[in-house]
């Protein structure tokens, strides 16, 4: 049975942020979208224990807090660490990969130039996470 | 018968008568005389062997008698005491008393004793009872009766061992003497008083350069020779009236040094021998003492030699002994340290300079030293004036004449200029990485931000097409492929920029790695079109380099050989070349080659020959940047039209 994810987005920028929305629309899924345009927003929004996302989708170059600080939150906290998040970034060095997984990511995908190339990656991406038993608080 | 006759006959008878009575008379009295004498005569006889008889027995010397067939008779008792044979008991027959060596000599002497009645100064060694060994001295002579007949034979023995001995002794100790004089290190001449050469040697006849042998000179005239010999001096006068003054004044005269032409330098010394209150001569001897006299003139000069060194050399000197006290430093330590020689002497070296660890440092060397090792070491030492320094000192175990450790020398360089321009290094080696670190990371998020832009231009046309389907015209499609593109080459030239500047930043570890696993994946994952073949005409090697790069290498030149085939046939041809130190790789292909004048431009960053999509003038600058960090080179050799072959090297 294919699950209606509730995703949280963490991106700052707009384009990125419509790119998934329109991405879920054309392919017609049936999953919710939570945004944040920071990892301070995203903070707040995780707060609230009784409507926590399915999955977080995570970019790593934001302002203030930046994609590996907000991981280390992340896996520091009790409930939260439960959570998959996979980084959706272009940034493709080595030590950040590398120190992603060290932390704890679900996976790490690098954005591509093509928009046609995007929404397949998003598409796959979305579909394996929907056939996967996830941890309900 | 007349009477007349008669008569005369009376007469003639009474005067014949009276004559033989006279006569009778005379005769008796003769014998009467003879009487006496002979009564005398045996008388003296018996005094006479008496007093022979008394001679034999009591004479100091063995006297023997023996008969012919050399049974001894009779041993007085010098003999008995001498033969250890008591004859009254013993027999005794003189040819056992031979000593078997001088047997023969023995029979010589006794047929001469039997021919000629007697032999004269026997002399041989004998056995005694107790099978002792004696040397005697044997005066015989034969005894005849009164028909001259022989009957026996007297010996008188002198028991002579004591003497033959101590003559040999003497003999030997002549002998001795004699090839002890001749073989002597020192020249010897011995003069007799009217300066004759009565003894000389072979180092004389050296020293002289004289080319008889010492004994060709016994005999010549002293004075004579040495006037012949003045030449030899440097001062030929003043040898020669230097020894008439000795030989005037016969004192002795000890450690005369004399100075030959030749540069010998001899000492010569004058003994006058005397024995009892009478002169015996004089001797005269010299001795080579060139090489101790130039011995330590060279001592004496290597001594100053070295004192000046250690006085005026730039290092500081400073000895000190098993307790550390400082017994000398030099001038440029008391520069070096600021204290003077006076206030340093005594003192203990660890603990005057001593700064964190220093003295600590100090004590553990100093006993490293007194196991006899040299060493070389670094400290912080304080100086006078409380500044801080940093001495290198390189010490070593100083030791006595008996080989025993008594302290150290350590030779101190000030390196405190050096130390501070190593920490300068250090500190600049430490913000050098840390600035490539930053740089690197600045390229990351550079890049990341200029390539953000480009996907969402490229989702924002991909929805301008989408949402316009059908309402845009050629023009405006072909318009928007190329901006797609535009923004492809955009992203491949911001990923190759990254490539570029990744290369030789980041120092990961080189291992071993395998080129011929590494290059047959690499062309399974690459794109090769159908009409290019990928040949490997060797194995190729293992490397000791970066994986990573190593591929990126391979890959940039493979995929170039592959984009520039315009043949319908393509052919790419690996192949290596083992040399000494380093593998040549080739890589050739047969696309559009370069032509010669742009050889050395396309390694150079953003000179792509070609303007395409896909070339972005990065891949050869970062291939030559990956060859030069594996210590190799990278040319080629290229025929515009038929193709271009790649060499580079790689380090083994």
């Known amino acids: 049975m294919i699950k209606k994810l509730k995703i949280l987005l963490i991106e700052d920028d707009m384009i990125e942020i419509m790119k998934l929305n329109r991405t879920i629309s054309t392919l017609k899924l049936d999953h919710t979208i939570i945004e944040a345009n920071n990892g301070e927003v995203a903070l707040q929004i995780l707060e609230k224990k009784d409507n926590l996302p399915d999955i977080i989708l995570l970019d790593l170059n934001m302002p203030k807090i930046n994609g590996i600080e907000f991981l280390k939150i992340l896996k520091n906290d009790d409930v939260l660490k439960y959570i998959p998040t996979i980084i959706l970034t272009t940034s493709n060095n080595q030590k950040d990969l590398l120190e992603c997984y060290k932390i704890g990511v679900a996976g790490y995908v690098i954005k591509p130039l093509k928009y046609e190339d995007y929404v397949i990656k998003i598409e796959r991406l979305l579909a394996y996470w929907s056939i996967n038993e996830l941890i309900v608080v | 018968m007349s009477q007349d006759q008669s008569e005369i006959l009376k007469r003639a008878l009474t005067r014949e008568k009276a004559a033989r009575k006279a006569a009778e008379k005379i005769l008796e009295e003769k014998s009467r005389e003879l009487y006496f004498t002979s009564q005398r005569l045996e008388q003296l006889l018996d005094e006479k062997s008496s007093q022979l008889q008394g001679v034999f027995e009591n004479i100091a010397d063995a ?221 005269w001897t010299f001795k080579d003492v060139t090489l101790n006299r130039t011995y330590r003139k060279s001592l004496e000069a290597q001594k100053q030699k070295y004192y000046s060194i250690i006085a005026n050399m730039n290092l500081g000197l400073v000895e000190v002994n098993n307790q550390d006290e400082i017994l000398m430093v030099n001038q440029s330590f008391e520069q070096l340290s600021g204290y003077t020689e006076k206030e340093l002497k005594g003192k203990n070296a660890g603990e005057i300079f001593s700064a964190e660890t220093g003295s600590e440092i100090i004590k553990e060397e100093n006993k490293k030293r007194q196991k006899g090792l040299s060493n070389s070491y670094e400290i912080k030492a304080k100086n006078k004036s409380g500044e801080i320094r940093y001495w290198l000192i390189s010490g070593a175990p100083n030791y006595n004449l008996e080989g025993e450790v008594v302290g150290s020398i350590g030779i101190h360089l000030d390196i405190t200029e050096i130390k501070n321009l190593e920490l300068q290094k250090e500190k600049l080696l430490a913000k050098l990485e840390k600035s490539n670190d930053e740089l690197q990371e600045y390229a990351h998020i550079v890049s990341h931000d200029l390539k953000s832009p480009l996907r969402s231009i490229y989702a924002l046309v991909s929805w301008l097409k989408e949402d316009n389907q059908g309402k845009l015209d050629d023009v405006s499609l072909q318009n928007f492929a190329l901006i797609e593109s535009t923004l492809e080459k955009m992203e491949q030239l911001i990923t190759d920029v990254l490539n570029y500047s990744s290369v030789g930043a980041d120092n990961t570890a080189k291992s071993e790695v395998n080129l011929n696993t590494m290059v047959s994946e690499l062309i399974s994952m690459l794109y090769i079109p159908d009409h290019i073949h990928i040949k490997s005409l060797n194995t190729l090697p293992n490397i000791n380099g970066d994986k990573t790069k190593l591929q990126q290498l391979f890959q940039n030149l493979i995929s170039n050989a592959v984009k520039f085939i315009d043949k319908t046939e393509g052919h790419i041809i690996i192949d290596v070349e083992d040399l000494k130190s380093h593998y040549k790789f080739s890589i050739k292909d047969n696309g559009i080659g370069i032509d010669k004048k742009f050889h050395d431009k396309i390694f150079k960053i953003f000179h792509a020959l070609n303007k395409s999509k896909d070339s972005t003038g990065i891949g050869l600058s970062i291939v030559k940047k990956i060859v030069n960090l594996h210590e190799g080179e990278i040319w080629l050799d290229s025929q515009p039209t038929v193709g271009t072959t790649f060499y580079f090297t790689l380090k083994k």
């Open chain 2, 63 to 283: 006297y023997v008698v023996m008969d012919l067939q050399g049974n001894v008779i009779k041993f007085n008792e010098a003999a008995t005491k001498l033969f250890g044979y008591d004859v009254s008991i013993d027999k005794v027959n003189v040819t056992n008393l031979i000593y078997k060596e001088d047997y023969q000599y023995a029979m010589t002497s006794f047929y001469e004793l039997y021919t000629k009645g007697f032999f004269k100064g026997y002399e041989a060694r004998v056995y005694t009872k107790s099978k002792e060994v004696k040397w005697v001295h044997i005066n015989a002579s034969v005894i005849y009766d009164k028909d001259k007949k022989p009957v026996a034979a007297q010996g008188i023995v002198r028991d002579i061992t004591n003497q033959k001995i101590s003559e040999e002794k003497l003999i030997e100790s002549e002998n001795r003497l004699a090839s002890l004089v001749v073989n002597l290190d020192s020249g010897v001449i011995l003069e007799d008083e009217n300066r004759k050469i009565v003894l000389t040697n072979n180092k004389f006849c050296e020293l002289f350069g004289l080319k008889a042998s010492p004994k060709d000179l016994i005999g010549l005239d002293c004075k004579a020779a040495s006037e012949q010999n003045k030449i030899l001096f440097k001062d030929p006068d003043g040898f020669l009236k230097q020894m008439r003054a000795i030989d005037e004044a016969k004192k002795e005269v000890l450690g005369d040094e004399l100075e030959m032409v030749d540069g010998k330098i001899l000492e010569r010394n004058y003994t006058p021998i005397v024995l009892g209150q009478k002169s015996k001569g004089y001797l």
